[in-house]
C-alpha cells in the first residue's frame, strides 16, 4: 500500500508562542522548536523528528511539558491531528496570572510559525502578538495617571465674567 503524503495525514504547524530558548547553544532555540515541528509533519513520528534535528526524544518531551511550552505542545499536537477531524482549540492562559513582563516578553518575540516548501524548513514566519500588546495597554490604562503641573490659567466662565474694556 502506498504511502500517504504528508499533507494528506497530517496539519502544517500553526503559529505558536515558542518555549524560551535557555543558555545553552546546543539546546531548543526557536528555529530548533520550528525545525522540530516541520520534521514532525513530513515524518510523523518523535523520535525521526527529534533525530533529524540532533536532540533527543526524551528532551522533546521534556520541552513539551515545560510551563512556558504550551505553544509548543499545540503545536506539536496541531500537526500529528489529521486533517478533517475537527478544531484544534488553543490553550488559553488564565490571564490574571499573566504578569507585565510575561505580557512584553510575549508582545516583543511574537508568534512563530515554520514555512514548509516541498517538505523541508524555508524559513520562520512571525508576527506580532497583539492580544498580548492590547492587554498590556489595558493593564496600563488603568494605572493611575500622574497629572503634570499646569502652569496657573483661569477658567474659561472666570474669563467670561470679567468686564470687558471697549
Known amino acids: ?11 502544517r504547524p500553526p503559529f505558536f508562542h515558542p518555549a524560551m530558548p535557555r543558555t545553552r547553544t546546543d539546546g531548543w532555540s526557536v528555529s530548533r522548536q520550528c525545525e522540530f ?21 526524551a528532551s522533546a518531551y521534556r520541552l513539551r511539558d515545560r510551563t512556558d511550552g504550551a505553544g509548543f505542545a499545540f503545536a506539536w499536537d496541531h500537526v500529528l491531528t489529521p ?10 492562559p488564565d490571564w490574571r496570572k499573566v504578569t507585565n513582563e510575561e505580557l512584553i516578553c510575549r508582545a516583543e518575540e511574537g508568534l512563530v ?5 516541498r517538505g523541508a524548513m524555508v524559513g520562520i514566519r512571525w508576527k506580532p502578538d497583539i492580544s498580548a500588546a492590547l492587554r498590556l495597554m489595558r493593564r496600563s490604562a ?8 499646569r502652569p496657573s490659567v483661569p477658567p474659561f466662565q472666570e474669563f467670561l465674567k470679567q468686564p470687558r474694556s471697549v
Open 142 to 149: 488603568g494605572a493611575p495617571i500622574r497629572k503634570r503641573a
Open 37 to 57: 515541528l516541520v520534521q514532525l509533519y513530513v515524518a510523523g513520528s518523535v523520535g525521526i523528528a527529534a533525530q533529524r534535528v540532533r536532540m533527543t526524544r
Open 1 to 11: 500500500m502506498p504511502k500517504r503524503p504528508a499533507h494528506k495525514a497530517r496539519r
Open 113 to 117: 510559525q515554520p514555512v514548509v516548501y
Open 83 to 92: 486533517p478533517g477531524t475537527g478544531h484544534m482549540v488553543r490553550p488559553k
